[in-house]
Each structure stands twice: as structure tokens, then as C-alpha cells.
């Protein structure tokens, strides 16, 4: 999957809401994201690219 800067993803096996921060060559992604336990505090990670999937919203008014 290719990502781009500014994509909302999350990992694979659950976690925040993530926005792709930075791209590096050797398929790793540098997120950003806000941690509600550390009152909104951002944190910064890097994360390779088979590990994380683009965050789908689910719309429940549907529902």
C-alpha cells in the first residue's frame, strides 16, 4: 500500500488514530498522534509500512 503525507492510519492490530508525519526511504513512516492518558500530549513514532493501515471512519448514522 502507498501512503503520503497527511493520511490517517492506524496499525494493523488497533491503536490511535495516527497522521503520517514523514516518509523515509527504507519503507518505514514517521506518525504523529495525540495521547489522551498524557492530557493531548503529541507523540511521534516510526512505523514500518507492512505494520499500518489507513484508518477507515465508520459513518453509524447508517446504522
Known sequence: M????????????????????????????E????????EGAPLTATFPTETLKLYQKVDLSDY
Open 31 to 38: 506518525c504523529v498522534w495525540f495521547a489522551r492518558d498524557l
Open 2 to 29: 502507498t501512503f503520503k503525507v497527511g493520511d490517517i492510519v492506524t496499525l494493523k492490530s488497533d491503536g490511535p488514530e495516527m497522521t503520517v508525519r514523514q516518509i523515509y526511504k527504507n519503507d518505514t513512516l
